[in-house]
């Protein structure tokens, strides 16, 4: 006999404003304990030292994780001049000082060259995994391993603001997989100095933004219980508003959901714009609903996920 799963069974996205001081583990953790949920996981890691939007999926909203992790997220930080830490942030240790303070038309002129696809090292301090080990738990260790630069997508990098002349303040638009810390330090470098991120938030992850974001003192309210709590649940598709949108009959979609392409001649007229026709992604909906994900391919729609 199967043993049953402990809490209870929940469907759909908390999109929740992060606090400072814990990680994105320990967030999910406390929300997933205050709704008695089955099945929880959060949609891209936040540092300790960052706040802002962590989407938190539950139940079947789970399977649109990655597409999360995939779409463009907005930040904002602060970087300070003059300190180099070993974990790129304000909570590492100073491993080397600058007297240098750039001008904004020094910093100005550097930022291009962190703008479209480059090529970034990763923080030592981060979740990459080398030969099966995270690389923050061997720099802990005294074991800091060499991370090979790797492709990033940085759409936007713009100075908003200079409070004195030790920060300056940045927004930045990105895809997967970009570290604000990386950038920070780079960005520092390439203007002769030295500096680590001392404030970072994240405003956006695809289209969840700040003004949908509940705090987490709202989950951690005793006096309230998980029924009410759940209210703050968005729908799954929620996390798809951002892919391009393409209607089938139920005869198309019992189709695709057998796992058959579909011909897009046979969708002309209905293929959305947004759509890139080379290994674009598309919600695939039918009766007024989201059914599937489907990758347009070679001519065909074929199937990539059934929801």
Same mark, same amino acid.
């Given at each position: 006999?199967?043993?049953?799963?402990?809490?209870?069974?929940?469907?759909?996205?908390?999109?929740?404003?992060?606090?400072?001081?814990?990680?994105?583990?320990?967030?999910?953790?406390?929300?997933?304990?205050?709704?008695?949920?089955?099945?929880?996981?959060?949609?891209?890691?936040?540092?300790?030292?960052?706040?802002?939007?962590?989407?938190?999926?539950?139940?079947?909203?789970?399977?649109?994780?990655?597409?999360?992790?995939?779409?463009?997220?907005?930040?904002?930080?602060?970087?300070?001049?003059?300190? #180099? @830490? *070993?974990?790129?942030? %304000?909570? $590492?240790? +100073?491993?080397? =000082?600058?007297?240098? !303070?750039?001008?904004?038309?020094?910093?100005?002129?550097?930022?291009?060259?962190?703008?479209?696809?480059?090529?970034?090292?990763?923080?030592?301090?981060?979740?990459?995994?080398?030969?099966?080990?995270?690389?923050?738990?061997?720099?802990?260790?005294?074991?800091?391993?060499?991370?090979?630069?790797?492709?990033?997508?940085?759409?936007?990098?713009?100075?908003?603001?200079?409070?004195?002349?030790?920060?300056?303040?940045?927004?930045?638009?990105?895809?997967?997989?970009?570290?604000?810390?990386?950038? #920070? @330090? *780079?960005?520092?470098? %390439?203007? $002769?100095? +030295?500096?680590? =991120?001392?404030?970072? !938030?994240?405003?956006?992850?695809?289209?969840?933004?700040?003004?949908?974001?509940?705090?987490?003192?709202?989950?951690?309210?005793?006096?309230?219980n998980p029924a009410t709590l759940a209210e703050t649940l968005l729908p799954l598709e929620t996390a798809l508003d951002d892919i391009p949108a393409l209607a089938l009959n139920q005869?198309?979609?019992?189709?695709?959901?057998?796992?058959?392409?579909?011909?897009?001649?046979?969708?002309?007229?209905?293929?959305?714009?947004?759509?890139?026709?080379?290994?674009?992604?598309?919600?695939?909906?039918?009766?007024?609903?989201?059914?599937?994900?489907?990758?347009?391919?070679?001519?065909?729609?074929?199937?990539?996920?059934?929801?």
């Open positions: 006999m199967a043993r049953q799963k402990k809490g209870r069974k929940l469907d759909g996205w908390i999109i929740l404003d992060k606090p400072q001081g814990i990680t994105s583990t320990q967030a999910l953790n406390k929300v997933k304990r205050a709704l008695d949920a089955q099945k929880a996981g959060h949609g891209g890691t936040l540092d300790p030292l960052a706040t802002g939007i962590l989407p938190l999926a539950f139940g079947a909203a789970t399977k649109t994780v990655p597409y999360v992790m995939d779409s463009t997220k907005i930040y904002h930080f602060t970087l300070k001049f003059g300190e #180099a @830490r *070993d974990t790129d942030d %304000a909570e $590492g240790a +100073v491993i080397a =000082i600058s007297e240098a !303070r750039p001008s904004d038309a020094e910093i100005l002129a550097a930022l291009p060259q962190f703008i479209g696809t480059i090529m970034q090292t990763p923080p030592v301090f981060s979740a990459i995994k080398v030969d099966g080990e995270r690389a923050y738990d061997m720099a802990r260790d005294g074991r800091p391993p060499e991370l090979p630069p790797r492709p990033a997508q940085v759409d936007r990098f713009e100075l908003i603001s200079r409070p004195d002349a030790d920060h300056a303040v940045f927004e930045v638009q990105s895809g997967k997989g970009v570290y604000m810390r990386s950038l #920070a @330090r *780079d960005l520092a470098r %390439a203007c $002769g100095s +030295v500096g680590h =991120i001392a404030v970072l !938030r994240r405003l956006r992850v695809g289209p969840f933004k700040e003004n949908m974001a509940v705090p987490l003192d709202f989950f951690l309210n005793s006096e309230q005869a198309e979609f019992f189709a695709l959901s057998q796992g058959q392409a579909i011909s897009l001649v046979d969708l002309m007229g209905r293929i959305p714009e947004a759509a890139n026709p080379d290994e674009g992604l598309v919600r695939v909906t039918a009766a007024g609903r989201v059914k599937a994900l489907a990758r347009l391919s070679d001519g065909w729609l074929k199937p990539e996920r059934l929801f």
